[in-house]
Structures are given as structure tokens and as C-alpha cells.
């Protein structure tokens, strides 16, 4: 797919949770391709300490109004100034960047979309672009507190929702790997974005029941378009780059002790 | 139009913009953003003879102005270079130069043997400063008489023009480019990176998996071009410079300090289509100065 620079006019930024933002951005000519679970690499303009671009991942691409979603967690300096363009601003984009989730083999095919924390944010666009394939795909979302599960409205529009919660007030109690739907439903796949912790549970869970099963790793990167070979992840095939050859890893491929 | 062409030994450049290696890939990364034949050389990713891994994540960490990395040379070795990746680059219409690094002076001989063999590529780049690998690399660009045996052996196997890399981690850079000179390198560029350390204090580890890294960006910039104005002023060969480079402005102090070319690596991470954009800017810059070419403002710095 081809790669883009482009300079995106801020259109909203809301605050949906006080460690979070949702930037909505555009731009006159229509936005390019762009694949579910791939990010951008996002210049961080006005914040002395950052020097590099900060990778974020694609939360939605709504064509009809040629807007692309970020929503970015409030970590560190430089997503704490990134966090503060106004509507009118621009915004440096390198995208799309990395490989993107599996898409389904077919419309019938059972997927389960696993997020946590910000690693719900993908999902959003994968499961938009299940939908219209003509497929319905199934989220499960967990977060610490209710308050802490974002755009609930829109996952909701697209297929069913389960959550759960460690506190208790949204969903089930505990970890998403230990919901009752995955007793319930035998899915044909899962992928999941989130907490390492989150992921390698849920890979576990996969492994034993011989689904198949995909993570997104968000390694720290620098040029994220493969060239530096700052952002590696061990393979069974060697060293991979999350920005190029990720960040979507299938777990079998993956060193992790699940 | 000013003239930008650079000869560095028999290397003819279009311009004198090139690519750091390791920051650049293969070229191809970046075919999406910049138009890879303007550039003036592509200096790729660093080749040794055996495959490397390198070394294990974390390998990057950020610093005001600037990254650490300690990549530790991942690359697939020289035959698959030779088999897969040269066969995928040789007609790209620009300089494609292969940076060349080793364990020990064998090694470098029988990478650079190889490199010799393929006719598109007219250049090696001899990195003697990788300060990421526990052997070879920066130990044989420490001292004069490491430096002078590894290019000695390289420049009998190797017949087309040699760059030599050099390692800022040294008191005195210019005896050492004066060294390798001598074994007859065609050209030097400098600096490769500054070695480095970040601690993460709330679990009081270094933030790198092997302690220190290699310093780049523009914090850099200023110790390189002062080491650049000092071997400049020693060695009669071609000086490439490189050390932050971020746009023309930046390029011309190193030009002005006594480099014929330059090379652009950490700023590729920022924004991938900086080098055309630099291209453009030193011409810019040379034509609103009435400089009819590159040439008349090499080492043109006058005394304070």
C-alpha cells in the first residue's frame, strides 16, 4: 500500500476520558487506502524534549467525511503536546504504515476483536471494515473501570459488545480472558490489541483452544518504515520489525512463552 | 542552477547528498516519499560478511535533539546481499553504496571481496566505528595502527573508491583519518555515532539492553562539524560529512568546515523526504549567493 506524508487539518478534539484524546483530522484531496490495525507515524511539533514521531494507530477512516481517527493516550511529552492541536492546525502524517489485521476469509467467519486500554482503538476500523465486508464481528473490551471503556457507541454499531472490568462497574468482573462468551462461543479467530499481559493471556486461551490468533505490538520505534531496526520483535524467523513486518504478528511466529 | 556534482576518488555524484547508513534501508523504505535518483548516493544498510541479529530490543531510546540505537549490525550477510537485495537495487539510477563492517580483518577483506564483484556498486563504505558490537567494528577505528591494518587489507581486495568511516569516540580523529589515508583510503566520512547512555531511574536500568548506544541528531551536529573542520584541514582526501543534518543550513556549515558531500541519516526518521529537500536547499542556497558551484564554498570558512 502506498505510504503518504500529508499535513491533516485538525477537525475535532475532544476529550473523551482525562487520559485520552480523540483527534479527528481531514484534508481536501480524498484520504488515501488504508488498512485495518496499520498506524501512522505522527510529528510532534512544539514539545522541546521530542525529537521523533510518535506511532499511533488508526482508530477509524470514515471515507464519507474523509476523516481519520487517532486516539491517543496521554503518556509522555510528546503525546501530551500532540493531545493540544486545536481545530484549524495541522498535523504531519506518515501513514499507512505496518501490515494490518487479517481480514476474514469470508463474511461467515467468526472473529473475535480483543482490546484493552487504548489497544481498543483499532478495533474500532477493523471491525468497520468486517461489517462491510458483510460480516459481524464480535468485541470483547476490558478496561479497570467503566468510565475507562471509549467509543462503547460506535463498537455497539458495528456487532456485539462484551466487557469486562477489574472494578466490577461495566460488564463482567476481571480479565477479558476470563469472560463467559468464550465458554459460549467457539470463534474461527481472534486478534487482539492491548496490554502485553493482555495479549499473552489471550493467546494462551487461544493456543489451548487451537484458534487462531493475531497480536499488535507496539514496540518502541524510530523511522517506521523499516530502515532503522530500532523496533524488533523475536521471530521464529529472526528479528522482525513491528513498524514493517508487524505490527500485526500471527502468535505462533512470535517467541512469547504462552 | 548551480553546479552540484562532487567526485569522492573515481565516485561521481549527482549532488552531494547522500544517506547515512542504517537510517535508509535499502533505499526502497523510501521509494513512497523521495525520488531516490536525486539523491546523490544511497549508502545502505551495513553489510558483514555473516548474518547478524544483532542486538536484542530495546534499541532505541530518545534524547532531547537526538535517539540512541544499538541496532548492533542486523543484516542477512554479504550473500544474501549479493543474491537477494543487490539484484533488487543495482537499477536504481543513483550511486548505491554498500557500507561494509567486520569481527575481525579477514571478515572485512572477504565482505569487501564480494562487494567488488558487483558492477553497479562503486563505493564501499569501510564502517571502522560501529560502537554497538562487542567485536571489531569501533575497536579497529580507535587507533591508528587498527584503523591503518583493517584499510591496508581492504584497499589490496578492494579496487573501486574506499570511504572510511570514523569514530568520534577518539581524542584525536584527525591522526586517525591522517592514518587511513595513508593505506589509501579514497575518502573519509564522519562521525558515525557518539556512544551514549540513558538511565531509567525509576528501575535503575540503563534504557538500552546493552547499556550504551550510538548518539545521533542534531545535539550531535556541532561536535561534527568541528571534527569535520579538523580532519578537513589534515588529510588531502575527500571529507564526508555527517552529524545531524536536519536541512541545507545544516549542510552547509559542514561544507563550509571543509566536507565535499554529506550524508543525512537520523533526520530520514522525521521526515523521509528531507534529502531532496536538502538537494534543493543547498542549491537554493548557492544560487541566491551567486555560486556557480558546491565546490566554491567547500572549507570557504574564514577566520573569525
Known amino acids: ?258 | 542552477m548551480a553546479d552540484l556534482s562532487v567526485k569522492i576518488g573515481s565516485l561521481e555524484l549527482k549532488n552531494p547528498v547522500m544517506t547515512a547508513s542504517g537510517t535508509f534501508g535499502y533505499g526502497k523504505e523510501f521509494e513512497d516519499f523521495v525520488n531516490l535518483e536525486e539523491i546523490g548516493g544511497i549508502i545502505v544498510k551495513g553489510t558483514t560478511l555473516n548474518h547478524r541479529e544483532g542486538n536484542a530490543y530495546p534499541r532505541m531510546v530518545e534524547t532531547p535533539s537526538g535517539m540512541l540505537n544499538c541496532v548492533g549490525l542486523q543484516n542477512k550477510g554479504v550473500d544474501y546481499f549479493c543474491e537477494h537485495i543487490y539484484p533488487e537495487i543495482k537499477d536504481i539510477n543513483t550511486n548505491m553504496i554498500v557500507n561494509v563492517s567486520g569481527s575481525t580483518v579477514e571478515d572485512y577483506v572477504a565482505t569487501a571481496e564480494r562487494i567488488n564483484e558487483l558492477e553497479k556498486i562503486p563505493a564501499i563504505e569501510l564502517n571502522i566505528s560501529c560502537p554497538n558490537v562487542k567485536s571489531g567494528g569501533m575497536a579497529f577505528g580507535v587507533t591508528c595502527e587498527g584503523a591503518s591494518e583493517v584499510v591496508r587489507a581492504v584497499r589490496k581486495a578492494y579496487n573501486k573508491t574506499l570511504i572510511v568511516k570514523l569514530s568520534p569516540n577518539v581524542t584525536d580523529i584527525a591522526s586517525i583519518a591522517k592514518a587511513v589515508e595513508a593505506e589509501g583510503a579514497d575518502s573519509v566520512s564522519l562521525i558515525n555515532t557518539l556512544m551514549g547512555m540513558v538511565i531509567d531511574i525509576e528501575k535503575r536500568t540503563p534504557m538500552l539492553s546493552i547499556n550504551t548506544g550510538g548518539m545521533s541528531g542534531p545535539a550531535v551536529r556541532p561536535v561534527a562539524v568541528r571534527m569535520v573542520w579538523q580532519v578537513a584541514k589534515a588529510v588531502g582526501i575527500p571529507v564526508i560529512g555527517l552529524g545531524g543534518i536536519m536541512n541545507a543550513h545544516d549542510a552547509i556549515e559542514f561544507f563550509m568546515a571543509g566536507a565535499s558531500a554529506i550524508e543525512i541519516g537520523t533526520a530520514n526518521f522525521i521526515d523521509p523526504a528531507v534529502t531532496v529537500k536538502v538537494k534543493n536547499g543547498i542549491n537554493e542556497w548557492l544560487d541566491a549567493h551567486g555560486c556557480k558551484s558546491l565546490s566554491e564554498i567547500v572549507g570557504a570558512l574564514k577566520d573569525y
Request: hydrophobic share 40%.
Open chain 1, 1 to 258: 500500500m502506498k505510504k503518504y506524508i500529508l499535513d491533516l487539518t485538525v477537525v475535532e478534539n475532544t476529550t473523551p476520558h482525562p487520559r485520552y484524546v480523540l483527534l479527528k483530522l481531514t484534508q481536501e484531496a480524498p484520504l488515501p487506502e488504508m488498512a485495518p490495525g496499520q498506524f501512522a507515524e505522527i510529528r510532534i511539533d512544539g514539545s522541546k524534549n521530542t525529537f521523533l514521531r510518535r506511532p499511533i494507530s488508526i482508530n477509524y477512516v470514515d471515507y464519507a467525511k474523509n476523516q481519520i481517527w487517532f486516539l491517543v493516550a496521554k503518556v509522555g511529552e510528546g503525546t501530551q503536546a500532540l493531545a493540544k492541536v486545536q481545530p484549524g492546525e495541522t498535523v504531519n502524517v506518515v501513514l499507512p504504515l505496518g501490515n494490518g489485521f487479517t481480514m476474514p476469509a469470508s463474511p461467515a467467519q467468526k472473529i473475535l476483536l480483543v482490546g484493552g486500554g487504548v489497544g481498543t482503538a483499532p478495533l474500532l476500523y477493523f471491525g468497520k471494515c468486517i461489517k462491510e465486508m458483510g460480516g459481524e464481528p464480535t468485541f470483547l473490551l476490558g478496561a479497570r473501570s467503566a468510565g475507562d471503556l471509549l467509543e462503547l457507541d460506535m463498537f455497539r454499531e458495528l456487532g456485539p459488545v462484551y466487557t469486562t472490568t477489574e472494578d466490577g462497574s461495566m460488564g463482567e468482573k476481571g480479565f477479558v480472558t476470563q469472560h463467559s462468551i468464550l465458554k459460549e462461543v467457539r470463534f474461527d479467530r481472534i486478534s487482539t490489541c492491548g496490554p502485553k499481559p493482555m495479549m499473552v493471556s489471550v493467546a494462551r486461551y487461544a493456543k489451548t483452544e487451537g484458534i487462531a490468533c493475531e497480536v499488535s505490538l507496539e514496540n518502541k520505534m524510530a523511522c517506521g518504515v523499516g530502515a532503522c531496526l530500532c523496533c524488533v520483535e523475536g521471530t521464529a524467523e529472526g528479528h522482525k520489525c513491528v513498524c514493517k513486518d508487524g505490527p500485526v504478528f500471527d502468535i505462533n511466529d512470535l517467541l512469547w512463552q504462552i
